[in-house]
């Protein structure tokens, strides 16, 4: 399976979850999932950015995907995977390295 560059989101914010309060903020988990993703799949290209829900970038799909979490009380931070929600609250490396696999990437 040919593999393409997958684009992972978090989407979150400074302040943590009402309901995920003992859980690390949003920007933690981008770094942790930046750092376990390099290390599962080691010279296997990905973008990963995190975006502010309250500030996000003006790219419109980003916009409104960021409403979306505010609007449906999504917990976060959301994950997604080239459109895909992989994870919400507390997402699971599991889920994660799954999806990636469908899209081609291979542990190492």
């Given at each position: 399976?040919?593999?393409?560059?997958?684009?992972?989101?978090?989407?979150?914010?400074?302040?943590?979850?009402?309901?995920?309060?003992n859980l690390p903020s949003s920007k933690e988990t981008y770094e942790w999932l930046e750092a376990a993703i390099s290390r599962k799949y080691p010279e296997q290209?990905?973008?990963?950015?995190?975006?502010?829900?309250?500030?996000?970038?003006?790219?419109?799909?980003?916009?409104?995907f960021a409403t979306k979490v505010v609007e449906e009380d999504?917990?976060?931070?959301?994950?997604?995977?080239?459109?895909?929600?992989?994870?919400?609250?507390?997402?699971r490396l599991k889920s994660i390295f799954s999806e990636l696999e469908k899209h081609g990437y291979q542990a190492r």
């Open positions: 399976m040919e593999r393409k560059e997958a684009k992972i989101f978090i989407y979150g914010a400074e302040q943590v979850c009402a309901s995920c309060v290209a990905f973008h990963i950015q995190y975006i502010d829900i309250y500030s996000p970038p003006e790219e419109e799909a980003i916009k409104l999504m917990f976060y931070p959301v994950v997604l995977i080239n459109d895909t929600v992989v994870g919400e609250g507390n997402p």
